[in-house]
Nanobody
Framework: QVQLVESGGGLVQPGGSLTLSCAAS????????LAWYRQAPGKQRELVAT???????YYPDSVKGRFTISRDNAKNMVSLQMNSLKPEDAAVYYC????????????WGQGTQVTVSS
């Protein structure tokens, strides 16, 4: 059974930092591409960061330079370091794992809430 469990969400002031973590089980973790998405109320889920099996990363312009995705294959974990947080970063953040070439996934976690407010 595949499980992705996010943690680390919470309330942070604008300009603050937060690190999200996602622990995976039930998959060959090192063989999966990983990603973080977010969804704010009334908005579509949007991509925040991706990291490939070779640790190549991608960020949309909205978070580039502020967010950093990383993976630890030994611990089956993917993290998202978020700096210089803005009110518009507030959302539920989800981690995602998939192997597109083999049509495995995407698998999703349950999400963790990030609130950015003074």
């Amino acid at each position: 059974q595949v499980q992705l469990v996010e943690s680390g969400g919470g309330l942070v002031q604008p300009g603050g930092s937060l690190t999200l973590s996602c622990a995976a089980s039930g998959i060959s973790f090192s063989r999966y591409s990983l990603a973080w998405y977010r969804q704010a109320p009334g908005k579509q889920r949007e991509l925040v960061a991706t990291i490939t099996t070779s640790s190549t990363t991608y960020y949309p312009d909205s978070v580039k330079g502020r967010f950093t995705i990383s993976r630890d294959n030994a611990k089956n974990m993917v993290s998202l370091q978020m700096n210089s947080l803005k009110p518009e970063d507030a959302a539920v953040y989800y981690c995602n794992a998939e192997r597109r070439l083999l049509n495995l996934g995407p698998y999703w976690g349950q999400g963790t809430q990030v609130t950015v407010s003074s």
